[in-house]
């Protein structure tokens, strides 16, 4: 039996769309309700069959809503929670799917309007791709989706998004804000500049001469530029000490090479190497 009567959920792109799609595939959800801005957009997702019916009115979309998922740009996920807390009539759970969380937590007021509760999620799926004509039921299937409850929280609401991403197929864990962003900053967002850097400094005239390696180390440098500046940008302090210790890192290798000094450089390759084979081959951020 469904554990959502009515799901709202407020972005239905290639995150969105999945929620979607995984929820009524798997009868979490009776009924799937699209909101977003483009009713073009959502009412092509509604024939596709990624939700059950669209609006671009919140307060039509959240009527009655047990849970509402945003899956908006960082920059806009705040507001879109307290517009979407107004436009209930009754309380509900809503949550995210945002890269970033201090910001977020930071832009919101306790109480939300209308008695509504807000815990912060991050799923670590994705893809360079967007849109959802991209969604699929599975993206979730063993991969990591992180709470970061606060104080304020309320286990039973813990509990219920638990149950929520566990049925999309998820593995669930807890975080504080400060913890994930400040974890996220190195395991997500800055790959994507590394990634970035990588594509920009690269020769344009030497692309038909590129391989697995250059397409493997760039493929998330591929992604829409709209989403990831307001991610950046929310996460700027994490962001810049892990970049510190990239860049330390990399003095390192290229001094090894300057130098000639073939001990060390084979020590920082075999330690990436190690590092690389111990991570886990689900669960990884690739968003």
């Known amino acids: 039996m469904a554990d959502v009567e009515k799901l709202v959920v407020f972005g239905v792109g290639l995150l969105g769309g999945s929620i979607a799609r995984a929820a009524l595939a798997r009868g979490v959800a009776r009924e799937v309700v699209g909101l977003g801005r483009d009713a073009e957009k ?9 939700i059950t019916r669209s609006t671009t009115d919140a307060a ?15 920059d806009r996920i705040a ?12 309380p509900a759970l809503i949550t995210d799917a945002g890269s970033t969380k201090g910001n977020i937590v930071a832009a919101l007021p306790e109480p939300l309007p209308g008695g509504c509760r807000f815990v912060g999620s991050h799923p670590l799926a994705g893809s360079e791709k967007t849109g959802a004509e991209y969604a699929t039921e599975d993206l979730f299937v063993g991969r990591t989706v992180v709470l970061t409850p606060t104080g304020a929280s309320q286990p039973a609401d813990i509990e219920r998004l638990e149950a929520f991403w566990s049925a999309l197929g ?34 344009v005239g030497y692309l038909e001469l590129i391989a697995g390696g250059w397409r493997d180390c760039t493929r998330i440098a591929a992604a829409d530029a709209a989403l990831w500046q307001p991610i950046l940008a929310a996460n700027r302090a994490h962001v810049l000490k892990a970049l510190d210790r990239f860049e330390t890192t990399l003095a390192s290798l290229r001094s090894a090479i300057e130098t ?15 590092i690389r084979d111990s991570a886990p081959t689900l669960g990884i951020a690739t968003s």
């Open 170 to 203: 998820a593995l669930v864990c807890r975080m504080d804000v400060e913890s994930h962003d400040r974890a996220l900053a190195a395991t997500s967002h800055v790959p994507h500049l590394v990634a970035a850097a990588l594509a920009v400094a690269t020769d």
């Open 42 to 50: 959502l009412a092509k997702a509604e024939q596709a069959g990624i």
């Open 79 to 90: 507001n879109h929670v307290i517009e979407v807390a107004k436009a209930c009539n009754r």
């Open 260 to 274: 000639g000094d073939a001990a060390k450089l084979a020590r920082l390759l075999g330690e990436a190497k190690k």
């Open 60 to 74: 039509v979309a959240c009527r009655d809503a047990d849970l509402i998922v945003v899956c908006t740009p960082v």
